[in-house]
């Protein structure tokens, strides 16, 4: 008698348990995203919430850490027993290692749940070519870049190199190193706003010329594992010299253009006095010849 009520009282547990799952329990996920999630701070992101087997008056409610955010996007029927809303959310860095919760559930009920941990970084680095002022041929430079940046960087998160227009590596250096020869000298991280997180980088170059103008050069920075690569265009300095020669390349053009002119000009004169000439000589010739012609017409008339 006591088996049999045993077994009658497993079979009534496992009756029970079986039409408890056969209701269905909403089942709450973050499309495409779990665990630790990345976010650049200041980019708008947009956060899927999918409910599965939903209940009949539920509703969504999202939290970052325990600041409830307000969303009032519609919520969207997927399918029969699938739902979703999506959440338009811009971090900021205070969001740095709380949790972003999507809950779903009736009002003073039980609520289901399912969140990611965001990491927030800032990465606000020139995305355009940064052009230094101008040196004199032979004279150094500083090559600069100042960047927002959080985590704060570390020597390895920076990478200078300078290459050949080939590609070839001149040198590759991180804040505090130096070339062999002492050409190249990366400077330490130089903080220049903590609260706002601003870090400036610096390459000093002992000397510029030509040749040092036609190489690439770049800074790689690195942070949580995202690069972003800032490259640098060069220049020289006209000098006085330069300034002065242009104007005498100038004129020496001027001048020749001007005797090339005059020689042109010359040329046509000497052939219009040599035409004249000519005219002039085959002009007396038919004159004379005319006149020997008469000459001798009347010699003949004479003889006659």
Known sequence: MVTVT??????????????????????????????DVLFQQGIPQSITCTVFDPLP????????????????????????????????????????????????????????????????????????????????????????VTAGLYPAPAPGDILWEVKEPSGEVVVEMSPGGQDMYGIYRAREIE??????????????????????????????????????????????????ETKEEEPKAGVLGMEMGLFIIIGIIAVFIILCITYCIYRRKKKCRSKNSKTYTAVKTKTNMHGQ
């Open 6 to 35: 045993t077994v009658c009282s497993y079979a009534a547990l496992l009756a029970y348990s079986v039409s408890f799952a056969a209701a269905g329990e909403p089942e709450v996920e973050i499309a495409d995203l779990f665990g």
């Open 191 to 240: 903080v220049l706003s903590e609260s706002d997180n601003l870090y400036q980088f610096s390459l000093d170059i002992a000397v510029l010329d030509q040749k040092e103008v036609s190489n690439i050069h770049t800074v790689t920075i690195t942070t949580k594992g995202i690069k972003k690569t800032v490259h640098f265009n060069l220049a020289l300095k006209m000098t006085q």
């Open 57 to 144: 008056v539920g509703v969504f409610t999202w939290k970052v850490g325990n600041r409830i955010i307000e969303n009032n996007n519609r919520i969207e029927n997927i399918a029969e027993d699938e739902i979703q809303q999506v959440l338009q959310f811009t971090p900021t860095l205070e969001d740095s290692k709380k949790p972003l919760t999507c809950q779903y559930g009736e009002r003073g009920e039980q609520v289901y749940s399912d969140y990611i941990t965001m990491g927030i970084y800032v990465m606000d680095i020139p995305s355009d070519p940064i052009t230094p002022g101008l040196v004199k041929d032979g004279d150094p430079v500083t090559l600069k």
